[in-house]
């Protein structure tokens, strides 16, 4: 295994986003119009870490087939999340007309986005240059939902996206504790299953506990 730090902590990161989409859809309310776009919306970050750390654990050859399908999985995978962070901040704060009318807008976006991933380039940058924007309108959407009601939850929640931004700045940074146990892909990751753990205590709140 090649940068066994990276490749196990976005193993971490799978594992956790898996438990938190399987509970919300479990036991969230069936109903609620957000229960299925929150349990996506981790399913899809676990997905992009589990093709990411395979990439960066069992196929470090840039040049190779099992590289390049695993590494656009990633950011396809990546694009789904900030669809869904689009669409649960639209429905959050706006009416059904307007949600749905800035749901279509993300979905020509994803659509755009995808073609750039498989026709143009797969940085990292890429992804972090298109989920940005969703990250900071669901950070504002939350803090004007928190201003409304105040709840504990969605404060917890906005200290999250707070942490996704700033693990985000870790990554771009590379900024490291350890060069080998601990690189900077790692310790972004590290700050990134806080940030999910956050989340998912916010998307519990709203499609279980309430």
Partial sequence: MREPDVTLTDYAITLECGLFAYWLLVHGQADHPL???FAVFFASIGLAALSGGTAHGY???AATFGQNVLWAATLIALGVTA???WTIGARLYFSGSVAAWMQSGAVALFVLYCGVVLFVRRDFLVAVLYY???TLFLLVVYGL???QGGEAA???GLLGLVLTLAAAGIQQARLSLHPVYLSYNALYH???ALALFCLYWSARW???MR
Avoid: D, E, H
């Fill in 132 to 134: 940005l924007p969703a």
């Fill in 154 to 156: 969605i404060l917890i």
């Fill in 59 to 61: 196929f470090p050859n």
């Fill in 83 to 85: 669809l869904c962070g």
């Fill in 190 to 192: 590290a700050v990134q």
């Fill in 206 to 208: 709203w499609v279980i």
């Fill in 145 to 147: 939902v928190y201003r």
């Fill in 35 to 37: 229960r299925l776009w």
